[in-house]
């Protein structure tokens, strides 16, 4: 029975209730972050915490959010994945319980805050070499989806849609531009340029989306940001996603055709290699500054 975090308190998860005037419940009133740990260190849990902090003001909830880096490491030790080669904790705050009426509560009500870890695997290698197969599909949600809400209905029908074609993610298309997954983001290769969607509205400032940007400009790989278009994904030469648990993953298929030559492209191949080593030196770096 795993142990998860609720308003304070450390508890087994069957135990964690939660009221049904609960706004999150009732309303999707609420925010969530997915941090990833590596051997127990957070890997950029700061950037994580500052989305959430963004996201908070945004909506109005009023939570001080220096009080979870303890949390996040009392639940990686109480779940006995601190060890974990890759793990995440995901946290999740609400407005708060309160009779159901859309404008916010007149008295102030505590935001309920809930989280819990587990740790999660990585595709074998053979995986990663097939590449992963995506299906185009319109995008359907609201104009900020750059706060990272709990309101996931349409990335949680884009994500079946991909099911449904037998494949393992879906490109979300709005306006004839192709913007991102339905929990990752989207880049692609042309002739030697990563390119990837602007952090607008339109899509979420994903944290390993920075930091495959920072690791491309780094080693002198062209960028640029800039919309891609749909018909474009048919002469990218390379596909990939970024996110928490997809680090970095290619796509050699997009609505049954292949990406470029169909295999897993060298800059997807470099940029992954890239990744793991800085998660190494994150590592690294962690354990040093810890003795
Ligand atoms: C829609 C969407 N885009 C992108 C991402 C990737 O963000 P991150 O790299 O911070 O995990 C996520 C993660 O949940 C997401 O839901």
């Known amino acids: 029975m795993s142990t998860v975090y609720l308003n304070g308190e450390y508890i087994p998860k069957d135990e964690a ?3 049904v005037d609960d706004r999150g419940f009732l309303f999707a009133d609420g925010v969530y972050e997915v941090t990833p740990f ?14 959430l902090r963004r ?10 959010v220096d009080q979870l880096d303890e949390i996040h490491r009392q639940l990686l030790i109480r779940n006995g994945v601190d060890g974990a080669e890759t793990s995440i904790v995901y946290l999740q705050i609400t407005r708060g319980v309160a009779p ?29 070499e097939r590449g992963f197969r995506a299906v185009t599909i319109p995008d359907r949600r609201w104009a900020r989806v750059d706060i990272k809400t709990i309101a996931l209905l349409p ?7 991909a099911v449904d074609a037998g494949v393992t993610d879906a490109i979300q298309v709005r306006d004839g531009v192709a913007l991102e997954g339905a929990h990752n983001n989207l880049f692609g290769v042309f002739d030697g340029t990563v390119v990837t969607h602007p952090a607008t509205n339109v899509i979420l400032p994903g944290i390993t989306r920075g930091v495959v940007l920072e690791l491309a400009r780094e080693n002198g790989v062209p960028v640029d940001e800039r ?38 492209g060298p800059v997807t191949r470099a940029l992954a290699k890239g990744f793991a080593r800085h998660v190494e030196r994150v590592k690294e770096g962690m354990r040093s500054e810890a003795v």
């Open 227 to 264: 919309p891609i278009l749909v018909e474009e994904l048919a002469d990218a030469d390379e596909l990939f996603f970024t996110g928490t648990t997809s680090e970095v993953r290619p796509t050699t298929q997009v609505d049954g055709r292949p990406v470029g030559d169909g295999r897993v």
């Open 155 to 161: 990335n949680v029908l884009a994500y079946q849609a």
């Open 55 to 64: 996201g908070l003001a945004w909506m109005r909830i009023d939570y001080d």
């Open 17 to 19: 209730k939660i009221s």
């Open 100 to 128: 159901r009426s859309h404008p916010f509560p007149t008295t102030p009500v505590p935001p309920t805050v809930y989280c819990f870890a587990k740790a999660w695997q990585r595709p074998s290698a053979e995986d990663f």
């Open 38 to 51: 590596y051997e127990g260190v957070p890997f950029y849990l700061d950037r994580h915490m500052a989305r």
